[in-house]
């Protein structure tokens, strides 16, 4: 008798198990950030110009000699800071307002390219690891400014004000007209560049950087394919995840090098093999917002 392919199988033949689609599994990843992303920005938009906020009041306060208030801004700069060090850069990568937004308008600028079947130019990496260091000169700037009494006197200038002022749902004045170029230019800038605003101008990033970090994502060379590089490719700060390297700084956590690693060979910390596993990734981000409702940063409507 024949058998046909829905026969029964023999005793003791194993079930063949069917190979997960790992652009399935990317897919899943990218809608869980997107979700994140969404609420962080719609819920708790504050927490990035709190931490800036922060930076300019000691900055203020040192310049002037006297000591500075243990506010909401200083709180929360040293909260966000502190859960940096513990967690990477899972805040820039995940939480951030300003790193949402550029996300999502760099996501419509490649569907509108593909749909009109044109690319924009783009930065070559040496431009673009250049181009890195102008954050750290926009943060040594602003807070030169800020402790010589100066950047008080500059009211409309900050880009981040009038941000601020937009997620706040108020109306922007003509006294905030060059901040608000400003803004503009940045978000024409993240249509070109995948976070734009992050690696080039964006002083937390420039402060988060520079914090040392206890868990982050790293990768062994051995094991990775000849003349792969996939995480590079893929990474939209242009950093490779070698433990140890000084440019790891730049990492803002997002988890694209382990979607993309054909052997899965980028892992978190020492511990977790799957360096973006859904279930660490939402155990963060809940404890991120639950910092932040405690903190006092998470908008009620």
């Not at 990843?29 to 997107?34: D, G, N, Q």
């Not at 819920?43 to 990035?48: E, I, K, S």
């Not at 709190?50 to 243990?70: H, L, M, N, R």
């Not at 909260?79 to 820039?92: A, K, Q, S």
């Amino acid at each position: 008798m024949i058998q046909t392919k829905n026969a029964q199988r023999m005793p003791g033949q194993a079930a063949k198990k069917k190979p997960a689609n790992p652009m399935q599994r990317v897919k899943v990843r990218r809608r869980i950030r997107a979700v994140i992303q969404l609420v962080f920005f719609l819920l708790a938009p504050a927490v990035y110009t709190s931490c800036f906020s922060g930076i300019k009041a000691i900055a203020t306060a040192i310049g002037a000699g006297e000591p500075f208030a243990y506010d909401t801004f200083f709180t929360t700069l040293a909260v966000i800071c502190l859960y940096t060090i513990v967690f990477g850069r899972f805040f820039c990568g995940y939480a951030c307002a300003f790193g949402g937004l550029g996300d999502a308008i760099y996501a419509l600028s490649q569907l509108i390219q593909r749909k009109i079947r044109k690319k924009l130019p783009q930065i070559p990496e040496k431009a673009v690891r250049v181009m890195q260091k102008i954050k750290y000169l926009i943060l040594i700037a602003i807070v030169i400014l800020c402790a010589a009494g100066i950047y008080g006197s500059l009211p409309g200038w900050s880009p981040w004000d009038v941000f601020s002022m937009l997620t706040a749902l108020k109306g922007i004045t003509a006294a905030y007209a060059i901040g608000a170029v400003l803004l503009a230019l940045i978000v024409i800038g993240m249509a070109v560049k995948e976070r734009f605003f992050c690696q080039f101008l964006c002083p937390m990033g420039a402060v988060f950087a520079l914090l040392p970090v206890v868990g982050s994502y790293r990768r062994n060379r051995s094991n990775c394919l000849p003349r792969c590089s996939a995480c590079a490719k893929n990474c939209p700060v242009c950093v490779e995840t070698d433990e140890g390297s000084l440019r790891m700084g730049e990492c803002i956590s997002c988890g694209k090098c382990s979607d993309i690693c054909p052997k899965r060979n980028i892992q978190y910390g020492n511990s977790i093999q799957d360096g973006n596993a859904p279930f660490p990734v939402l155990l963060k981000a809940l404890l991120l917002f639950a910092i932040c409702l405690f903190l006092g940063v998470v908008r009620t409507f």
